[in-house]
């Protein structure tokens, strides 16, 4: 079952906590994703990837994991196609290189359905993917924050269409080169249009795997920028976060709750 946008949201600039709303600030988005939105995952406090404060979330090793996030839901409506997407990554963490253990987070994009298309599913066209296993220059921290990107030359991620079941190889395309390309229904990846971006961890492996994921980061061509920093709390930015009965709802980054609208004032002032 897939779960989706069950998150509160940041702006960037301003740093305005709101229930259930995304705000934007400029050419940019934040997300913050909480362990709700995410299905078999908990939040890992004081344990970010580089630049996605404060914490992360794991998955729980009891299933599958995924979540969705369609464009018009970060982008105030706007409809995008894959060639509109200059780069994707995003970070993960787990105790063990990938060859010893490949299963990771992978993330795919889906289209929209579109005539002609040859899913057997009828929510999308086709389902494009990318797994770190298959990363071009492999190179990797075991235990530590390994950043996964499309357009990067060390752990470049490998892009293939799993549509009709094919699940990757250490042969596929670069992000630029498979945009090139046809999907299995004959026409162009370029001009299909997005539905969704998903991460995810696979139903065959999900059991046992308690790996970690954190900054999914996605530019598009004209510059506009969809960051997701997946937190297992909410931990205030602005004084405003803590008015109207927000410091009831928000948490300093070791998990501790704010005894008043004061107290959590006084954390945004003085940051502790």
Request: net charge negative; charged share 20%; proline share 4%.
């Amino acid at each position: 079952m897939k779960k989706q946008l069950g998150v509160i949201a940041v702006a960037i600039a301003v740093g305005v906590i709101f229930g259930d709303t995304l705000v934007r600030a400029a050419n940019a988005t934040v997300l913050i994703v909480l362990p709700a939105a995410v299905s078999n995952t908990a939040g890992v406090l004081q344990d970010a990837a580089t630049g996605f404060q404060h914490g992360s979330l794991k998955a729980t090793g009891v299933g599958k994991s995924e979540a969705y996030f369609t464009p018009e839901s970060q982008l105030n409506g706007r409809e995008i196609a894959l060639s509109d997407i200059a780069s994707i990554s995003y970070y993960t963490k787990k105790s063990t290189d990938h060859v010893a253990s490949p299963g990771d987070w992978y993330i795919n994009v889906y289209t929209k359905p579109y005539t002609g298309d040859i899913s057997s599913a009828t929510w999308y066209g086709d389902r494009i993917g990318a797994e770190p296993y298959f990363a071009r220059n492999l190179t990797e921290t075991v235990g530590g924050w390994n950043q996964w990107s499309s357009d990067e030359p060390v752990n470049q991620l490998r892009f293939f269409e799993s549509t009709s079941g094919y699940f990757g190889s250490y042969v596929d395309s670069d992000w630029a080169t498979f945009l090139q390309g046809s999907a299995l229904s004959g026409h162009s990846y370029a001009t299909r249009k997005v539905h969704s971006f998903s991460v995810q961890t696979a139903s065959s492996w999900g059991i046992g795997f308690e790996g970690q994921i954190d900054g999914l980061r996605i530019e598009l061509t004209d510059g506009t920028v969809m960051k997701f920093n997946f937190e297992p709390f909410v931990v205030p930015s602005d004084k405003d976060g803590c008015k109207k009965d927000g410091w009831m709802s928000v948490l300093r980054p070791s998990g501790s709750p704010f005894s008043e609208q004061g107290d959590c004032v006084s954390y945004v002032s003085a940051g502790r």
